[in-house]
């Protein structure tokens, strides 16, 4: 007695065909997951190098251009009151004075801006 059991093969050629294609959609998941991760890092790395630039002009500020732009101002007001300058060379300290503060507010704007964009690409608080 024989017995003869009929699968038919284009069900196992269906099933091979979908294991492939499933294969390669993870293969092209996998690829766009390491694409995004290395941008992820390169932003990050950017950014980072933004956020250290922008704190040493904070700090160079702090510690010696504000001191200095306080001091010219100074001196150029005790000059012009003596009247040892004009005043179109008292408006140059002003002006030297008001660009300095201009560029320190600009360096904290740098830097914050720089603090949230770590945080957004990082989605955590930094301090």
Do not use: C, H
């Not at 766009?32 to 630039?53: A, M, Q």
């Not at 408006?91 to 560029?103: D, K, P």
């Amino acid at each position: 007695m024989e017995i003869r059991l009929g699968i038919p093969l284009w069900f196992w050629w269906e099933q091979s065909g979908n294991i492939k294609e499933s294969d390669y959609e993870l293969k092209i998941a996998s690829s766009e997951e390491t694409g995004f991760r290395k941008k992820l890092e390169n932003e990050i790395n950017v950014t980072f190098g933004e956020y250290e630039n922008s704190l040493r002009q904070l700090k160079f500020f702090n510690d010696q251009a504000l001191n200095e732009a306080d001091e010219i101002l100074r001196q150029s007001k005790i000059s012009y009151d003596e009247g040892a300058i004009g005043y179109v060379e008292y408006l140059q300290a002003l002006n030297i004075a008001y660009e300095t503060r201009t560029q320190y507010l600009k360096s904290i704007y740098n830097y914050n801006q720089s603090i949230i964009k770590l945080e957004k690409l990082t989605s955590g608080d930094l301090k």
